[in-house]
């Protein structure tokens, strides 16, 4: 029983990581209801300890499952919108859409965009050029980054993304708005985003956001970044 349980560790491991792997603009933006709560790509304590198993638990089973059940409730039955069509036209929707299409859509980029894999924490080396050109260097761009973060006044998320021009470009968003949805002031493709609300950090960082943003830099999923990056480049 050891020995079958043993071996099927690694294999749960590989199998998370291929779904990781798979994780894409186009699927996320194609999503149809009935919304279901995605799986996590690793494990809840993986990220520890820059974020912890019972706030990573918190989140994911009861603030993102409540954003998915929210928004089935909110839509008419029966509409079969998908993600992105509903965020591209949310001005034209009620309040209950724009919030939990948005809490749905974020979240599910979320997690993706966090790895406890070293190997996929390297920025690819295009990516990386072209952020340093852009914001000056690489350290420019994470203050420029976190500074969006800790000004957002209250909930919201900081993004970098991929704006209608071509260009890279940081900015925020309030509530569970992003930068795909019409009434952005700011509008572009995501391919990185943290979350600010206080439900992401504060069982562990308490009122320090500044700490949970420096240390974020440590688990993202630059691999998925560039993914991501890739496809924001096609969309032009
Ligand atoms: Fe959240």
Redesign the pocket.
Known sequence: MKKIFSAFIPGLAILLLSLQACASLQNLNTLKSPYKLPKLPYAENALEPIIDAETMKI?HTR?HQAYVDNLNKALEKNEKANLQQLLANVSTRSAAIRNNAGGHWN?SFFWTILTPNKEDQKIPKDLEAEIVQTFGSFDAFKAEFEKNGLSQFGSGWAWLIRNAEGKLEVTATPNQDNPLMDVASKRGTPILGI?V?E??YYLKYQNKRAEYLKNFWEIINWKQVAKYDQEAKKKK
């Open positions: 989140h603030h979240h979350d609300w439900h992401a």
